[in-house]
């Protein structure tokens, strides 16, 4: 199947989802270990499913970036107590320890997340994955589409310190007096 996707140019990314046989990154790393490391394996990144199996997110990225190819953005948070777990006994999803949110509404630090993205030249695509237990779907879809727009981080195509070959170079060089013959 994986050779399949390579023919066609396409990245197969599997979730990395609780309960499933791919939940975290040491399940992903024995699946990878048993396809021969095949480009085409890679990530789906939800950070909602992570925090919810109390996986570090951010390292995650850290990790996994060179796999990491479609990004779910969706919100969830984590409310400890000592009654139930993540899944809540199978409480209505109100009352749950774990539940998901819209984005922005929840425990996920998305501003790290679009960061490290952009640091790691993430070329995909944020996809909103919306689910939330309190707020009304058209309205977690408006809004997410504009939390998106928000975070999405347009990278430079040169240091942010690089002035002497900025297309204001000429200027630049006159105002400190150095387009001056000496």
């Known amino acids: 199947m994986l050779d399949s996707f390579d023919h066609h140019g396409v990245d197969l990314c599997y979730e990395i989802h609780p309960g499933e046989d791919l939940h975290d990154g040491v399940t992903f790393e024995r ?7 095949h480009p085409r394996c890679n990530i789906l990144f939800d950070p909602s499913h992570l925090l919810l199996q109390h996986i570090d997110y951010l390292q995650f990225i850290d990790l996994y970036h060179p796999r990491i190819k479609a990004f779910h953005v969706k919100d969830a948070e984590y409310q400890l107590n000592g009654r139930s777990g993540v899944y809540g006994g199978y409480q209505p999803w109100l009352a749950r320890a774990g539940r998901f949110r819209s984005p922005g509404d929840g425990q996920i630090d ?19 994955e919306w689910e939330c237990c309190l707020k009304d779907g058209e309205t977690g879809a408006r809004e997410g589409a504009e939390f998106i727009r928000r975070h999405i981080i347009p990278v430079a195509d040169r240091a942010f310190d690089d002035f002497a070959l900025s297309e204001n170079a000429p200027s630049v060089r ?7 013959d000496v």
């Open 110 to 128: 998305f501003s790290r997340i679009f960061s490290k993205l952009a640091q790691y030249d993430y070329d995909g695509w944020a996809v909103l």
């Open 174 to 180: 006159h105002q400190l007096g150095l387009d001056r």
């Open 31 to 37: 699946f990878l270990s048993e396809v021969n490391h």
